[in-house]
């Protein structure tokens, strides 16, 4: 038997149903984000108190705060997403979990096309004349080719209103862009201070060091109510000063009760670059200047593709990876990829 090639049609009406059956226990995907969520912040309050390096770190804290994120967002997806889809004449009918919404044709004053950002599925987004989202169809649904079709045959994506929404969703998303991509190309370049700073100390620790005497400033258990600490300055011969906050062992710590001064290392140049001779804890917290410096050049190169994006998208354009020549193409802003 061959295989139909556009949905089942009652008189004057098309349905289309999802590829396969959408999940219905929203219940359950609240509650495990809860419990996600719960498990995230109960981590995050374990790595203060008992010492983790930063890998554990994130795996006990930010990695299920983010599943947790990720399963609310699957709950509201839940309630969304159609079980049905008529297309009439007169204009469509979507049927949810928990509602029946119908729209008249001339209720749409625009239709954009496109590919989710996430899921990289085709979809098409409808909006009112005010121009808000009033529908998403995507093609989780049968026949979704057949149903864009028929709504770009109804709605006048080229109608005054439609240009004008169109350009509001533009310059909306562009003015998002252009501030993300902003914001972490100032961070990369803040990280990317901070890690040649790391680099460079870290090289003077290896060739610069000389034996000092520390003077403490002050000796004190950190908020936390476990770590213990020191801060202490040093002196170098030609006036210049610097200073170090360390964590320091429990047996040290209560050693340095009354003490004042402590033996330390240092460079005389830059007296910041230093350290106890003994005693003190390495921050395992702290990330390796070698991997940190990729993952910033990585960062830095995403947020100028979020800068120029958002330039094209305020002015109704935006960038996609074309589907015939798999390159890099840009597009007026919502219309079909190709």
Aim: hydrophobic letters at 40%; one cysteine or more; glycine letters at 8%.
């Amino acid at each position: 038997m061959d295989t139909p090639t556009q949905p089942t049609q009652a008189p004057q009406e098309f349905v289309y149903l999802p590829v396969r059956p959408p999940g219905t226990n929203v219940t359950q995907s609240y509650a495990a984000a809860v419990a996600l969520l719960i498990a995230g912040v109960i981590g995050f309050l374990a790595s203060i108190y008992i010492r983790v390096d930063i890998f554990t770190r994130q795996v006990i804290s930010t990695l299920p705060i983010l599943g947790a994120l990720r399963m609310f967002q699957v709950a509201r997806g839940l309630k969304s997403v159609p079980r049905e889809v008529v297309a009439s004449p007169a204009g469509l009918r979507i049927t949810t979990l928990t509602k029946v919404d119908t729209y008249a044709w001339q209720d749409f004053s625009l239709a954009l096309f496109g590919s989710n950002s996430y899921t990289n599925k085709r979809e098409v987004q409808l909006f009112d004349h005010q121009g808000k989202r009033v529908a998403k169809l995507d093609e989780t649904l049968q026949y979704f080719d057949h149903l864009r079709s028929v709504i770009e045959a109804s709605v006048p994506g080229k109608s005054s209103v439609g240009t004008g929404v169109r350009m509001k969703k533009a310059r909306a998303t562009g003015a998002f862009l252009l501030i993300g991509g902003v914001g972490f190309l100032s961070l990369s370049i803040a990280c990317m201070g901070f890690a040649r700073e790391d680099q460079r100390a870290a090289q003077l620790m290896k060739t610069s060091l000389v034996p000092g005497i520390g003077t403490i400033t002050h000796r004190f258990i950190a908020p936390n109510g476990v770590t213990t600490r020191i801060e202490y300055t040093v002196k170098a011969p030609d006036g210049k000063t610097g200073s170090h906050n360390a964590e320091v062992s429990r047996e040290y710590y209560d050693r340095l009760a009354g003490v004042k001064t402590i033996p330390v290392m240092y460079v005389p140049s830059d007296p910041d670059v230093t350290r106890l001779m003994a005693g003190e804890i390495r921050d395992s917290g702290n990330v390796d200047s070698s991997i940190l410096i990729p993952v910033v050049l990585l960062v830095g190169a995403m947020s100028i593709v979020f800068i120029v994006g958002g330039i094209l998208s305020l002015t109704g354009r935006e960038l996609y990876m074309s589907k015939s020549t798999g390159r890099p193409a840009i597009k007026n802003f919502g219309e079909p990829s190709v």
